[in-house]
């Protein structure tokens, strides 16, 4: 999977704007994914925020059928008559922050709500999540976060945690981020692991390995590269954020 993110922040007007595209291939089917996303932040106040977010773009779901050599070619299980899909896709969010906690809700796939699932298309999903933060030392910074996924009759607990190493740099501005790591535990016997480095302030590049333990099911794990770019804007400080060089408030 590739995931690609570029956001700016506008003091002035409490919003951000971003754009993310997402790539990933499973199998014979690819799913690409791009979205215009943008944010309103509610409080100027600096010991807590409320968001809303919303996202809005395409999803677009191909299959090549060429690169599968069956054993049988008149297996009825080959759907050879599925054709590319390009659908309208949305996503929305909101989330409270304090100086430790982080607290949020979201469902995305709007357009596939009360439709039938299929394998091969985007299915809505629904995401609780609750994040306890410890952003003061100068060294590093460490994030514990439990979350609940939905979809369909589908629950799946997801249990995390992240250590942001940091660089101080006696500005006022504070310490500045330097790489990170992560891990993610689901209730589906799944596990992931996070790397990141940020290159420069304002670019970052990340990388996840997911490997499945449920018995019967491919143990080949699955890559995820992740580019991120936060652009510059003059007036883009944040004057509710504690530490203005961390990527993650």
């Known amino acids: 999977m590739e995931n690609v993110q570029v956001s700016g922040y506008l003091n002035s007007i409490n919003s951000a704007f971003g754009l993310s595209v997402v790539n990933d291939n499973i199998g014979l089917t690819n799913a690409f994914n791009p979205m215009i996303n943008y944010a309103y932040r509610v409080s100027d106040n600096q010991t807590w925020s409320l968001s809303f977010g919303v996202s809005v773009g395409a999803y677009i779901r191909t299959i090549d059928f060429a690169s599968y050599a069956p054993v049988t070619d008149l297996d009825p299980a080959l759907l050879r008559d599925i054709e590319p899909q390009t659908k309208p896709d949305a996503n929305i969010g909101v989330e409270f922050q304090n100086d430790n906690f982080i607290f949020g809700i979201s469902s995305t796939h709007l357009f596939s709500i009360g439709k039938n699932s299929n394998l091969f298309l ?128």
């Open 122 to 249: 985007n299915d809505n999903h629904r995401y609780g999540f609750a994040i306890y933060k410890n952003t003061r030392s100068e060294i590093m910074n460490y994030y514990l976060g439990l979350q609940v996924v939905n979809r369909s009759n589908i629950f799946v607990l997801e249990g995390n945690g992240i250590v942001r190493f940091k660089h101080p740099t006696g500005l006022s501005t504070g310490s500045r981020e330097i790489f990170d790591i992560g891990l993610t535990y689901r209730s589906s016997r799944q596990v992931t692991a996070l790397l990141g480095v940020n290159l420069t302030e304002n670019f970052r590049i990340g990388y996840a390995y997911d490997q499945s333990f449920i018995t019967g099911y491919n143990q080949n794990g699955t890559h995820e590269i992740m580019l991120e770019y936060r652009i510059p804007y003059e007036n883009a400080v944040c004057k509710t954020c504690r530490d203005q060089q961390l990527w993650y408030r």
